[in-house]
Every structure is written in structure tokens, then in C-alpha cells.
């Protein structure tokens, strides 16, 4: 069995937790390819998809959005599971962490599970706006991504094909 982790990631946060879902799958004794979306052409020899992207103000990457949409077909014969990173701060709004749009277009395409990780403020920001926001944020906050919950996400995937 060979699963397609794609993600797409501005700053390198969720590159880290697409790499730490690929990891666990991989140590689940199961074959993992891990991809950008933008790199992905076809699913042909995947067995299963895990699609992740940061959020930024409720919307997902454009290219994440893109590869939803273009591999739709494929998405549907398959198993598939999508996470988004994002929320950061003191006390974070997940609900801005939500693509309400990608969550129903995975849910039309059959997805089996959908979390929201924390995410983590860029380390080197560039632009007033990110200055602000590392400069304003305790560092105790600045990165909220649970590893734990992470790597157990990915065990239950595993879990789930093997079952399955």
C-alpha cells in the first residue's frame, strides 16, 4: 500500500507536519510518498491521499485548493484524509483555521477525517504584519503544533487502511 502525503505550505510550518505524518505512516510499516501539491501530476499507484495545507483567514494555499479540485476524480476513489494547520496566539480561533469551502468539497469527495493542527508564526517574518505578530506574541505561543496529536493522527490513518 503506498499513501500520498501532498501538502502546500507558505513558511515551512506544514511542510513539518507533513513530514512528521509521513514519518509515522512509514513507521507503520506503510509505503509513503511525500509530495507538494504544486509537484503532484497524477494519484495513479497511490493507494490513499493525506492532503494538508496552512490556512490563512479561512482559506487553504492555492495550490492545495487546486490539487482538491483538479484530482476530484481520483480524490474520490480513494481514502482520504485532510488536515490544515494555522492557529496560533494566547488563545487562537479555530474557527479561522476552517476552510469551510475545502471541507465540503472533501466531504462530497468521501473524506474520512479532517483535523486542524496548531501552527507556528514564521521565524524569520518578513513584512510589517508578520514583524507584528512575532513581536506581539509570547513566545510560549508562538508555536502551538501538539506533535503527539500529530503522530497519533497519522497512527489512527495507518490504523484505518490496515482495518480497512
Excluded: N
Aim: net charge neutral.
Amino acid at each position: 500500500m503506498t499513501i500520498l502525503v501532498a501538502y502546500s505550505s507558505k513558511r515551512g510550518s506544514t511542510a513539518e507536519i507533513a513530514e512528521t505524518v509521513a514519518a509515522t505512516l512509514r513507521r507503520e510499516g506503510l509505503g509513503v510518498c511525500l509530495e507538494r501539491c504544486e509537484d503532484v501530476r497524477s494519484l495513479e499507484g497511490y493507494d490513499a491521499v493525506v492532503l494538508g495545507s496552512a490556512v490563512y483567514m479561512k482559506r487553504w494555499r492555492p495550490e492545495a485548493r487546486r490539487f482538491l479540485r483538479r484530482q476530484a476524480d481520483s480524490l474520490a476513489e480513494r481514502p482520504l484524509w485532510i488536515f490544515s494547520s494555522g492557529p496560533f496566539g494566547e488563545s487562537p480561533d479555530v474557527a479561522w483555521s476552517e476552510p469551510p469551502g475545502v471541507v465540503a468539497r472533501a466531504e462530497r469527495l468521501g473524506v474520512r477525517g479532517h483535523v486542524v493542527f496548531g501552527g507556528r508564526l514564521p521565524a524569520t517574518p518578513s513584512g510589517f504584519m508578520e514583524r507584528a505578530l512575532v513581536r506581539d506574541t509570547p513566545s510560549e505561543y508562538a508555536d502551538l503544533r501538539d506533535w503527539d496529536e500529530i503522530d497519533a493522527w497519522a497512527r489512527s490513518i495507518a490504523s484505518d487502511l490496515r482495518a480497512g
